[in-house]
Each structure stands twice: as structure tokens, then as C-alpha cells.
């Protein structure tokens, strides 16, 4: 080129494109521009105090940053942007213009949507107005760079007709960072006890044969009684439980008022357990009776057999015994009109019978029935008049007409329940002001309204995944995941019923009852899961007795007695860390289904014995006697009757084997004429006749007595 010649913008891209630079040289002033001045105005400042401000010189045809504003506004972004797009636009040669506005304008489109206009989003509904003003300024932006020919493309005006959706996008990313966030602050490690209640209107009858009917209004999970296991156990066996028996513990079951679920063993504690707490119910008279075992008595006198007459027997034993050694009282539950037991004994059953006898010695002749027929017999009289009492008390309460019952149960749970259920009606609250709001019907992100019923779902998923992580810590921190799965449950159907009473449309889509069943079931499930972890602890425990074989023996002995001390060690321990955290119905059926392992462990084990000597029955009871210690984990209420009364533990009703664990260690230390009393008596319904079969060759001397009972017991028990 000759010096001094001009050459014209149009015939230097005529030249670069005819060698074939024209497209090199325009992505290299573009990453230039871009670099220098695009990126660092639309970079979002981390203190967001002050964006770089543009400067042209137009003496000198230069664009350049000069200083900083404090002016964050969408207007003053597509102010500055302008002023770099009008500048090329007037400097660059025509020819230049169009190949470089196919590069520059994508690439700004793009880092528009992507870095700053998604800033721009509020997560408030009192920003919707700068927010609307920012969609207005895209829009119009966009129509500048068409109106001079810089671009066809309409990727700007998409995202504003995106607006809701990407408004929508926006608070689900900061509902799902809040739910995280609580986490993250440690709200799992705030607690507070709250309480749930629940009142029914429940209707009595005064018609004759009516009496049960007042606790007809309830659902079948807060009647089920909590034998069910063992029923279903021992099916055949059931049938033959006498009218005495049997209405003793159903009318205890009642008095307790104890809500039990179907499954005790594996599903126990879920939740439907709730104490009865009885409102304006008049005062009653109580009813008591007794029914004891001979183990609460404590008395030795009568335990040991004697070698003189019986009746001579009976009248020593009766003089030596005490009125509380006969059973302990039962009282009207004047709440249920159901029976509530006292302390004295452990069972809601006939006395357990505490006699010692014999091993493998042939008896030529049946002795006498010893003292204890008539003592049992006089408890089984009592329980007639108590169950009588019963019926008359609750005969009179009948008349009362309809009664409210409230059910009422505290317990502890985290600060994430409460957190979670926040963010949750912060959402269904904007999706209210969207559908009713007249300030907001007419925005570009009100269509967003009915989606924003879908985000809860979403949060308590986000609680589901987190929880495991943050809820491990130390033995009751599954039950706190529990609790706070149960309190979520409760107020999401509290908002269920407030919100479907809302005059706002956009709920009549709302269904967070399916979400209260999911939680619900998440929570059953970590519980289960504990049980169940807890379930194998003590059954390695119990591993070590090697089925109690050769527990007398040296170092077999040892083992089986450090085994039980372990499995008492662990109830103790988890006593302790559960006791604060559930509420007292759940923890009773929760230490009840890890009792009913232990319990049936270990009566499968002593009948699995085919030989028992006098030593090891006194050994073997001596364990039951002292797994038997833990019934204090399961107190009652004390009595209220004239003179008042001791707490009665209420184990049998949450430990399924209970009562079979009890006769169990009765059996071991009673004589063969004890053992056909209680047969005949049918207190032990809980076994099999073949169970009983077994027990008797492995206890006792084969001889023509036993020969007897056995075909007595094939028989089956004599008629009341």
C-alpha cells in the first residue's frame, strides 16, 4: 500500500475475507471487547456497592471504564450496554457491522440469561415490582437491537415469556436451600416438648347388654388391644381362655385406655398411642379386687410343700398371710370404666403361683391340692365381684348420654419440624397472593401460583434426604427423627384443613394429605429400623447363653449370667435415652416389642430343653426372675380407690409374651399338682399342650403321675 493512501473499512473486509482472515480477526476483537468491557459490567459484584460505569470519547472514538456506580438497576445495565452498541454501530464500517453482530449479540444474549438477569429474580413477591421493571427493560432492549439491524433473534423476549417459569425455578432452588440451611445452623439440635391431643364425642347407651358400646366411635388403631401378636400366636390355644381370665385383661386393656398397633412385634409405637385424658366426666364409685401372684407377695410361708395334712396347711398359711399377699387391688378406671391394677403383683391375670418342688422323684400317691387351690380360688371369687363391679359402674356412667373423651400425649421433638413447616407456608401464603392479590393477578409470574403447590412435596423430600445424615448422633436421635416425622405429619394436615377452608381457588388442588402419609411412613420407618437394630443387639446377647444349655456348669454358667446382665444393662440404657424423647405410651410399646424378643427367646429356649434337673430349674428361674425386673421400666397409674394404692406396672399390655414369660418361670418352680391347677384354671393359655407336654417329661420323673397329667393336659382343661 502506497503511503499516504486511504483505504476505505469496506475494502479492508472485502481484502480479509477474500484471504480468508475476516472471521479470525472478528472473534479476535470480540474476545477483546468481551474481555475489557462486557464481562466485567455484567459480572454480579460480590458486595453489590458498585458496578463499573462506561465512558466515550468521541474526540478520540474510545469506549472506556471510568469510575464506578452505585446505580445496581436493570435501566442502568441495558444503559451502559447501549452505549457499547452504539458506538460500534456508528465506528465500525458497514460492512463490518453484520459479521460482527452474529458473534457479539448470541454471546451477550447468553451471559445476559445466564449470569445477570437470573439475579434479578426476587424470592420475595415485594420485589415483583423491580422485577416487572426488569422484564420491561429486556423487552425493550431487545427491540432496540432489531430496530438497527443487529439481530432477528427473539432469545430475550423468550425469557420474559418464561418469566413465571423462571420465577418458579428460582424459589424452588431457595425453598430446597432453606430446608438445607436449617440443617446447616443445627436445628436439629433445638428441642421442645410439645403436645398432641385429640377429643371425641363419644355416645353411651343405656340399653341393656350396651355397656361396651361407648367405645364404638373410636377407629380400629385406637381400639386394637394389644395382645393381638400373642392371639394370633397362639390361635388354638385361644379358644379355650376362661370367661374369668379373659375378661380380667380385656377390662384391664380398656381402663388403660392404651392405643396399640396391629403389629407389635416389628411396627409398634407408630404414632397411634395417645393417653386418655377424660373431661367432665362425674365422679364415680371404684370398684376393687384382687388378683396377685405369689412372687409380688414375696412370702415364703406356704411356698415350701409340707408333710402335714393339707388341712392343717391351709389354715397355718391363711393365718401367716397378709390382706396384700392375697393379689393386688384393682381399682375403676372411673375415665374407661375399665379395672386399673395396683401394685402387688405383676400380671393382669390370676396369681402366678410360686411353689417349689421336687425333681425327678416318682410320686406313688397325688398329695393333697395344697394351700395355694384355695388361695387362687378366693382371688377368682374376688375378680367375679370385680368384674361385676365393672359392669355396674359402667351400666351407670351409660346413662350419661354422649361424653367427650380427650386423648392427649407430650413428647420431644426438634426445631426442624417447625422449620420446615415455615417454609411451607411461606410458599402456599405466595401462592395465595398470587391468585387473590389484585397487586399480583396481573403479573407475568402470577400463572406460577398453581406450581407453587407442587414445591412442598419437594422440601419434604429434601427433609427425607438430609435427615439420616443430620439425625446420628447417639441412640435417641432416631427417635427424635421419629417424633419430628410425626409432628410434620400432624401440621401438614392442620394446613390441609385451614387452607380447604381458604376462599382462594388455588387450593381446592392442594393435597398434602398424601404428603402426611409419605412423612409419616419415612418416620415409621427409621423407627422400625432402630427396634430393629436395637432387636439384634439383644439377641447377640442372648446368643451367648447358647440356648441356656448347661447353665449350671462352669464357664457355660458364667456366660449365660453376663448375657442376661448385658440385655437388663441395655433396656436400662435404652430407658434412659428414650425416656425424654417419646412420649410415654410409645416408649412403653417400644421397650415392650424389644422385652417380647428377649421374653420369647428365652421361654423357646427352656423348651427346647429335653432334660431339666432340680438345679437348673432353680438356675433358669432365677434368670426369668431376674429379666422379670425390668416391669419396672413399664409403671402405671396409681390407685385412686379408698386408701389409695401403689402404681401397677402395665407390662403385660405391651409386651406380648409377658404373660408367658411369667408362667414360665412359675412352671419351673411349681409341682406337678400346681401346675394342673393353673392347667385347669386355664392360665396358662398362652402355651401350646404340646409346649406343656414337653415342659412336664423335661421337668419331672417319668412315672404313672406324670403319665396322667399328660394325658390330662392332651385332654384338655376341665370345665369351669
Known amino acids: 500500500v502506497s503511503e499516504g493512501v486511504v483505504i476505505s473499512g469496506e475494502t479492508l473486509v472485502e481484502a480479509l475475507e477474500s484471504l480468508g482472515l475476516l472471521k479470525a480477526k472478528i472473534d479476535g476483537l470480540h474476545q477483546l471487547i468481551d474481555g475489557a468491557l462486557v464481562r466485567p459490567r455484567l459480572e454480579v459484584p460480590r458486595n453489590m456497592e458498585h458496578v463499573p460505569a462506561f465512558t466515550v470519547d468521541v474526540g ?35 460492512a463490518l457491522q453484520k459479521p460482527f453482530s452474529r458473534i457479539f449479540i448470541p454471546s451477550l444474549n447468553e451471559k445476559l440469561i445466564s449470569t445477570y438477569l437470573p439475579t434479578t429474580i426476587p424470592s420475595a413477591l415485594s420485589a415483583l415490582p423491580q422485577y416487572q421493571d426488569v422484564l420491561r427493560k429486556t423487552t425493550e432492549f431487545e427491540r432496540y437491537l432489531q430496530s438497527i439491524q443487529w439481530t432477528l433473534e427473539l432469545d430475550l423476549q423468550d425469557w420474559v415469556d418464561r418469566a413465571a417459569k423462571v420465577w418458579l425455578a428460582k424459589r424452588r432452588e431457595d425453598a430446597l436451600d432453606a430446608a438445607r440451611g436449617r440443617f446447616v445452623v443445627g436445628k436439629v439440635k433445638e428441642t421442645r416438648r410439645v403436645e398432641r391431643s385429640e377429643t371425641k364425642e363419644v355416645v353411651r347407651s343405656t340399653e341393656k347388654g350396651s355397656d361396651d358400646s361407648w367405645d364404638q366411635n373410636w377407629s380400629d388403631d385406637e381400639g386394637v388391644a394389644a395382645g393381638q401378636e400373642a392371639d394370633a400366636d397362639n390361635n388354638n390355644n385361644r379358644q379355650e381362655k376362661g370367661v374369668m381370665t379373659e375378661g380380667i385383661v380385656e377390662e384391664a386393656k380398656k381402663g388403660l385406655s392404651l392405643m396399640l398397633t396391629d403389629d407389635l412385634e416389628d411396627a409398634s409405637g407408630w404414632g397411634l398411642d395417645e393417653d386418655l385424658d377424660l373431661e367432665g366426666e362425674e365422679e364415680g364409685a371404684e370398684a376393687s379386687t384382687t388378683t396377685t401372684t405369689a412372687a409380688a407377695s414375696g412370702e415364703e410361708g406356704g411356698a415350701e410343700r409340707k408333710d402335714t395334712p393339707a388341712e392343717e396347711e391351709a389354715e397355718e398359711e391363711e393365718e401367716e398371710l397378709e390382706w396384700g399377699e392375697w393379689g393386688e387391688d384393682l381399682q ?49 371369687a374376688k375378680s367375679d365381684q370385680a368384674a361385676a363391679a365393672v359392669q355396674k359402674h359402667k351400666r351407670r356412667k351409660s346413662a350419661a348420654g354422649a361424653r367427650e373423651l380427650t386423648l392427649k400425649e407430650t413428647y420431644t421433638v426438634t426445631g426442624m419440624p417447625d422449620s420446615v413447616i415455615e417454609i411451607i407456608e411461606n410458599l402456599l401464603d405466595e401462592a395465595e397472593q398470587l391468585s387473590t392479590n ?26 427425607r434426604a438430609l435427615a439420616p445424615i443430620y439425625y446420628s448422633t447417639d441412640l435417641a436421635s432416631k427417635m427424635f427423627l421419629y417424633n419430628d416425622c410425626l409432628r410434620i405429619e400432624e401440621r401438614l394436615l392442620e394446613i390441609q384443613t385451614t387452607r380447604a377452608r381458604s376462599p382462594a381457588s388455588v387450593f381446592k388442588s392442594l393435597n398434602l394429605e398424601k404428603e402426611a402419609a409419605v412423612i409419616a411412613a419415612f418416620g415409621k420407618r427409621w423407627y422400625s429400623k432402630e427396634l430393629e437394630s436395637q432387636r439384634l443387639i439383644l439377641r447377640d446377647y442372648l446368643d451367648f447363653t447358647q440356648g441356656l444349655v448347661a447353665c449350671t456348669e462352669y464357664p457355660q454358667s458364667h456366660e449365660c449370667a453376663k448375657a442376661i446382665t448385658s440385655v437388663i444393662d441395655r433396656f436400662h440404657t435404652l430407658h434412659t435415652f428414650w425416656q425424654p424423647v417419646l412420649s410415654q405410651s410409645v416408649l412403653f410399646q417400644s421397650l415392650g416389642s424389644l422385652l417380647s424378643t428377649v421374653c420369647t427367646k428365652i421361654v423357646n429356649d427352656i423348651e427346647d430343653m429335653q432334660d431339666i434337673s432340680d438345679e437348673e430349674s432353680r438356675v433358669l428361674a432365677g434368670f426369668l426372675g431376674r429379666v422379670a425386673e425390668l416391669e419396672g421400666l413399664f409403671p402405671g397409674e396409681g390407685g385412686e380407690g379408698e386408701g389409695g394404692g401403689e402404681a401397677v406396672p402395665v407390662t403385660a399390655v405391651y409386651c406380648a409374651s409377658w404373660l408367658k414369660f411369667r408362667y414360665m418361670e412359675n412352671i419351673l418352680e411349681c409341682s406337678m399338682v400346681d401346675l394342673m391347677y393353673l392347667y385347669n384354671e386355664r392360665q396358662l393359655v398362652d402355651f401350646e399342650r404340646e409346649e406343656l407336654v414337653d415342659l412336664v417329661k423335661a421337668l419331672f420323673a417319668d412315672t404313672e403321675n406324670r403319665r396322667r397329667c399328660v394325658e390330662e393336659i392332651r385332654r384338655g382343661p376341665k370345665k369351669l
Open 438 to 463: 389484585p397487586r399480583y393477578t396481573s403479573t407475568p409470574i402470577a400463572p406460577a401460583a398453581h406450581h407453587l403447590l407442587s414445591l412442598p412435596a419437594l422440601v419434604l423430600a429434601a427433609y
Open 60 to 94: 478520540t472514538s474510545t469506549v472506556y471504564i471510568s469510575g464506578r456506580s452505585r446505580d445496581l438497576s436493570a435501566a442502568r445495565l441495558f444503559s451502559d450496554i447501549r452505549i457499547l452498541i452504539d458506538f460500534f454501530h456508528d465506528k465500525l464500517p458497514k
Open 332 to 380: 375403676v378406671d372411673d375415665s374407661t370404666g375399665g379395672p386399673q391394677e395396683e401394685e402387688g403383683g405383676q400380671q393382669p391375670r390370676s396369681p402366678l403361683l410360686k411353689r417349689s418342688h421336687s425333681r425327678k422323684k416318682s410320686i406313688q400317691k397325688a398329695p393333697p391340692p395344697p394351700p395355694v387351690v384355695a388361695t387362687a380360688a378366693a382371688a377368682a
